[in-house]
């Protein structure tokens, strides 16, 4: 049974950072590809940022470009979103996603497996 499961969540103020963790297990890790979506209340879940097998190649919303970075560990099992300068805008739940097909990595429907998700919540 394959289980994706986000921690690291929780209040930080605006300009602070927050890392949240994505351990997977049920998986072949290695071979899945792996990204953050977000959802903010009455808003539709939306792409963060992505990464592929190794971590080598990484792709992220403009929003949070230069901002947020994506990293994997295989070794762990685990994904990891580094969030430096959030702002309340970014506040919204985080889910961590795997996919082990090709396809468009900032489309919801390209992947097999969700978390839960973890809360962030940004204040001013």
């Known amino acids: 049974q394959v289980q994706l499961v986000e921690s690291g969540g929780g209040a930080v103020q605006a300009g602070g950072s927050l890392r949240l963790s994505c351990a997977a297990s049920g998986l072949t890790f290695s071979s899945y590809r792996m990204s953050w979506f977000r959802q903010a209340p009455g808003k539709e879940r939306e792409f963060v940022a992505a990464?592929?097998?190794?971590?080598?190649?990484?792709y992220y919303a403009d929003s949070v470009k230069g901002r947020f970075a994506i990293s994997r560990d295989n070794a762990k099992n685990t994904v990891y979103l580094q969030m430096n300068s959030p702002q309340p805008e970014d506040t919204a739940v985080y889910y961590c996603a795997a996919r082990r097909r090709s396809g468009a990595y900032a489309v919801t429907q390209s992947y097999e497996y969700w978390g839960q998700g973890t809360q962030v919540t940004v204040s001013s």
């Open positions: 990464l592929g097998w190794s971590g080598s190649n990484t």
